[in-house]
């Protein structure tokens, strides 16, 4: 499996991991992939921290950092975090905060201890560029992604004047068109099956018409990806590289509590939806009380990104530290794909690469099996 996109950046094979977890980063680059740390909800400092942990345990090896720069935003036009904070503050509606703190409350989850003002600009070009400049200080550290949009022209500069890859996720043709457009290195086409924020096309449907609408481009393939026969088929489509999500979410590298690795074990594909109940635009995520909350006619819609995750910030953050308090899975944010219902194990991220392998050569030896030569 060489395509000429993991040649390009030396991978042994052309598996990428998104994660949150630096563990995982560095587990999936060791094991002959590469692993993309989601650097969205860090601060810069934070980042900073995770960062010289890869570095210091990465060996020889690279790694990405991806960050969320939406196309459109409410406070686009804000060039500070004070300035963003301001209007974010005075735009949220009390029902707004009322409702979410009353889903928390009613599920037994504990207030954050510290008093802190801690906030999140996440999805913000303000706190994007930050990051993306502290990336960019990293020898191994070989590429940006983003995600929600092209990021803007001088991002794109910047990382390819330093001798680093930009690519960008799309969930839709027209986006991929606009990353092409923009000069971008390669795209990460996702279905809507994957986890976190997705469209309403299907990966089988969609990841063939972007490798052909963005030629000569890589084009690495996300949503539904969680075993070596969903790999073959995405390769099959003329991919250049899958990119996972979901599939790491329960390794024993992931930073998750007992908690969450149950709802994860338990659920089936059925078991998500595409919300907009978090951050404000469409993301897959478990299905819970929270979620079917926010759908209902008597309770306040979701509110446009950024407001919506500024709003739920503390909910989120509440929801990971208390994973197992009260009933606070019931309220959680726990973004996955469909290939949850795939996820019954524990298991290490380089045995999770090694059963992807093998059962991709499997899958490939039937079909050359099927096949009259
Ligand atoms: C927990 C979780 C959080 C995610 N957050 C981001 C993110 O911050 N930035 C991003 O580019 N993609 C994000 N995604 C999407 C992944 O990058 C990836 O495209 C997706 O997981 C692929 O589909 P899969 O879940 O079926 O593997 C997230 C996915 C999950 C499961």
Redesign the pocket.
Known sequence: MQTDFCKQLGLEVPIFA?T?CRDVVVAVSKAGGIG?L?A??FSPERLKEELDWIDEHIGAHIYGV???IPQKYEGMDKNTPEELVAMLEAAIPQQHRDFANKLMSDAGVPEWPDKDDEISLSFSAVQAQALVDIALTRPKCRMI????GTPPADIVKQVQDSGRLIGA?AGRLKHGLAHKEAGLDFV?C?GS??????GEVTSMILWPQMVDAVAPLPVLA?????NGRQILAAMSTGAGGV?????W?NSEEANAEPAQRDSYMSATSEDTVRSRSFTGKTA?MLKNEWTEAWERDDTPDPLPMPLQGYLTFDAVRRSHRYAGSGECQKVAF??????VGQINSVESCRDIMFGLLTEYSEALDHINAITPQ
């Open positions: 998104f949150h993309v989601g969205v909800g991806d960050t969320a992604v983003n995600a929600l996720l990460v996702q099956e994957g986890g976190g924020h997705a996300a949503g539904g990806i969680g990119w996972m999500g979901s599939a979410l897959r726990n973004p996955v794909g469909q290939v």
